[in-house]
T-cell receptor, first 110, second 113 residues
């Protein structure tokens, strides 16, 4: 089976740093994606990890440990517009099939 | 300039009806997908086509039938709609170069009454 766990909700303050964790147990692994989804909108691609380590992209960084089945998304210098749902997704073996977690709703307060 | 577009954006219909959702992408991608996002915001793959060939077919009722007339279009037809079909349906596409990230359309909110 496929199991991807993320916290349901998180709240953080504008200007702060927040880390959103994701743990996975899947039938295969060929990379992990993070997507951002604002309410009522489409998911948009944020980051991709296939090797262990940290990938940095501006205010966003994503980390992967394949041996632990663990990833996190780090958001720095939080802005109000970062309030959204953050979806962790694992690409499993065949095709380009993504299995998504339920998402973490991040609320940024001033 | 729209990359992945879907029509209609909203669809309200009664149980038992048949409806279609259309999707088009102008990114030149080879692979297209249909996802269902339910009321709990859980996003789940339904189908995927690569160059008009079905490559992913999840456990979906056979009332749902995808059709890809060419690699830029992927339509979803739903027969005998049920209350449980109410959800947001997203179309997506991906290219042939890593990391093969998927680009999503704006979604179609289907409400079955």
């Amino acid at each position: 089976g496929q199991n991807i766990d993320q916290p349901t909700e998180m709240t953080a303050t504008e200007g702060a740093i927040v880390q959103i964790n994701c743990t996975y147990q899947t039938s295969g692994f060929n990379g992990l994606f993070w997507y951002q989804q604002h309410a009522g909108e489409a998911p948009t691609f944020l980051s991709y990890n296939v090797l262990d380590g940290l990938e940095e992209k501006g205010r966003f960084s994503s980390f992967l440990s394949r041996s632990k089945g663990y990833s996190y998304l780090l958001l720095k210098e939080l802005q109000m517009k970062d309030s959204a749902s953050y979806l962790c997704a694992v690409r499993v073996e065949y095709g380009n099939k993504l299995v998504f977690g339920a998402g973490t709703i991040l609320r940024v307060k001033s | 300039d729209t990359a992945v577009s879907q029509t209609p954006k909203y669809l309200v219909t009664q149980m038992g009806n048949d409806k279609s959702i259309k999707c088009e992408q102008n990114l030149g991608h080879d692979t297209m997908y249909w996802y269902k996002q339910d009321s709990k915001k859980f996003l789940k793959i339904m189908f995927s086509y690569n160059n008009k060939e079905l490559i992913i077919n999840e456990t979906v009722p056979n009332r749902f039938s995808p059709k890809s007339p060419d690699k830029a279009h992927l339509n979803l037809h739903i027969n005998s709609l049920e209350l449980g079909d109410s959800a947001v349906y997203f179309c997506a596409s991906s290219g042939d170069r890593g990391p093969y990230e998927q680009y999503f359309g704006p979604g179609t909110r289907l409400t079955v009454t």
